[in-house]
């Protein structure tokens, strides 16, 4: 397994795992497929602001991307990132997920970043044990916020302090 930065040949691959997700799951609350064109251009802007999007390659196939981006707009959030990640389902349950959040972690800490932040659907208990193993506690829950597939999401925030020594 190995974790890289991505680039435009990675697209196909993250459009078919974002889609997926679109398609069968509540951890992207939408349900408008994306495109080659709207992938392309999220990871541009990713990209060109500084932050990273990780792709992790197992067998030579792209299996997961992860990334993160501004939690909120002001100059105020500067310090805080929120973070996603998605693997693909014919790959779960084999470490790449701890692997990609793990790189995250280390991205954003190395980046000098101070919260880490991941909003996630209160009933993704993969995400939430995930999360929870890697440092992060849940700060708070938004009941009914979203809706998809006939019925209410509520959205978990789990946080994280980044650094030596995140008191
Ligand atoms: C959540 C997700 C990233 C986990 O990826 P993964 O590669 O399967 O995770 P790992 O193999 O590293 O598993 C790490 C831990 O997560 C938990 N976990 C993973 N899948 C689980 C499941 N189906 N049920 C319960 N816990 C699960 C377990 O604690 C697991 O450790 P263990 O296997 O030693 O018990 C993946 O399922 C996914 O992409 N889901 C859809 C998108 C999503 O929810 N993204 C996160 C929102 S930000």
Known sequence: MVIRDSGAADLPRILAITNHEILTGTALWTI????????????AERQGAGYP??????NGTVAGFGSY???????????????????DPAAARRGLGT???????????????????????????????????????????LPQVGRKFDRWLNLV???RLLGPDPA
């Open 32 to 43: 408008v497929p994306a495109t080659l064109a709207s992938r392309g251009a999220w990871m």
């Open 53 to 58: 999007v990780l792709v992790v390659v197992e």
């Open 69 to 87: 981006g501004a939690f909120r707009p002001h100059d105020g959030y500067l310090h805080t990132v929120e973070h996603s990640l998605y693997i």
């Open 99 to 141: 692997a990609m959040l793990d790189a995250l972690i280390r991205h954003a800490t190395a980046a000098g970043r101070h919260a880490m932040i991941g909003g996630i659907e209160a009933g993704n208990a993969a995400s939430l044990a995930l999360h929870q193993r890697l440092g992060f506690r849940a700060a708070g829950t």
């Open 157 to 159: 925030f789990m946080h």
